[in-house]
C-alpha cells in the first residue's frame, strides 16, 4: 500500500511538460506520413488565448477526418517506439468509448471518472478523436447525436463510471439494457451512416460538447493552420477563432472566473510521472494499491 503522505505531488504544469514531448513526436509522425489533425476543444483554447496549455488543464485533444484517424492508427501502431508509448484502442472490452489514446509508459494518471475501469491504461495521454460525416438536416444530426450519446452513456457504464446523482445511475443502469450484442453495432453503423457523403458538416461526438457545439462545418474546420503552443507550432481549424466562438462563446479570449476554472474536469486525481500505474493495482487488476 502506498502511503499518500509520501508520495510526491506532481502540478499541472509537470503533467502539461510531460505531454509536450508526447504532442512533438505525434506532429512528427503526422507531418512525416501527411496526415492532418487539429487541436481540439481546451486545447484549441489554449493554444489560441494562452499560446500554449490552458494553466489548470492536465490533457490534450486532437482530432482527425476518418480517413486520417484511421490512417494514422494503422502506422502509429507499426512505427510507434514501443520503449514508450502503447495505443489504447477505441471500442474494445478494455477501452469502450469512441476515441484512441496514446499512452505513455512508465507514467501513471488515475482520475476519479475512470478510476474503476482497471482494465484501461491509466497513464499521461492523448486523446484522438474521430470527426465524423453530420447530415445537413438538424434532425437527422440530432438522432445521430442521440445514437452516439448512447453508445457515450453506456461506455461509461462498462467502466463503473462513479456518480452520486440518481437520474446519472438510472441513465447509465439503462444504458446497459437499451445497448446491447444486438443494438450496439446498429447504433455504430448509424453514426458512421454518411461517412463518404458530401455534407456541409463534421459532427464532434463522445466529448463533453452539448449538441448544439457538434456540429462543425468544413469551411470553419478547413486546412490545419498552425499556430504557436508553447514552444513549438501545433495545428488548428483554419477558422479556429470562430469554431471557438461557437464553442466558448463571444468572450472566450477572456480568463474565466475562479467558479468556472474549478469545474474543469480533472484527469489527474493521482499522478506518478516516474513510476508505470501496474505498480499502483494489485496484482488481480481488482484494486488501487494507493
Known amino acids: 500500500m502506498v502511503n499518500k ?11 502539461q511538460k510531460t505531454i509536450l514531448p508526447m504532442i512533438k513526436d505525434i506532429d512528427r509522425f503526422c507531418k512525416k506520413h501527411e496526415i492532418d489533425y487539429y487541436l481540439m476543444s481546451g486545447s484549441a483554447l489554449g493554444a489560441m488565448r494562452h499560446r500554449g496549455f490552458i494553466p489548470w488543464d492536465d ?8 480517413e486520417n484517424y484511421e490512417k494514422f492508427i494503422e502506422l502509429f501502431d507499426q512505427e510507434k517506439d514501443e520503449s514508450k508509448y502503447l495505443l489504447q484502442y477505441e471500442n474494445t472490452k478494455e477501452w469502450p468509448l469512441f476515441l484512441t489514446r496514446v499512452c505513455l509508459k ?23 478523436k474521430h470527426l465524423f460525416i453530420a447530415p445537413n438536416g438538424k434532425m437527422a444530426h440530432w438522432i445521430q447525436y442521440m445514437a452516439s450519446q448512447l453508445l457515450r452513456v453506456n461506455a461509461l457504464a462498462i467502466c463503473n463510471f462513479p456518480t452520486k446523482s440518481l437520474l446519472k445511475k438510472i441513465a447509465l443502469k439503462t444504458s446497459k439494457i437499451v445497448v446491447n450484442h444486438l443494438t450496439r453495432p446498429l447504433l455504430i453503423t448509424y453514426i458512421n451512416k454518411y461517412e463518404g457523403a458530401s455534407t456541409k458538416y463534421f459532427g464532434y461526438y463522445f466529448g463533453r460538447e452539448r449538441y448544439k457545439h457538434t ?12 499556430v504557436e503552443f508553447e514552444d513549438t507550432l501545433l495545428p488548428v481549424f483554419e477558422k479556429v477563432e470562430e469554431y471557438l466562438e461557437r464553442r466558448f462563446g463571444d468572450k472566450w ?13 480533472s484527469h489527474s486525481d493521482f499522478v506518478d510521472l516516474e513510476k508505470d500505474y501496474t505498480k499502483y493495482l494489485n496484482e488481480d487488476r481488482t484494486k488501487w494499491l494507493y
Open 253 to 265: 479570449m477572456e480568463m474565466p472566473s475562479q467558479e468556472v476554472k474549478s469545474q474543469y474536469p
Open 5 to 15: 503522505r509520501e508520495h510526491r505531488a506532481y502540478s499541472k504544469q509537470d503533467i
Open 106 to 128: 512508465g507514467t501513471t494518471m488515475v482520475s476519479n471518472e475512470f478510476k474503476y475501469n482497471f482494465k484501461q491504461h491509466h497513464t499521461v495521454f492523448v486523446d484522438i
Open 215 to 226: 456540429g462543425i462545418s468544413r469551411d470553419i474546420v478547413g486546412k490545419p493552420r498552425y
Open 59 to 66: 490533457d490534450l485533444d486532437i482530432a482527425m477526418t476518418k
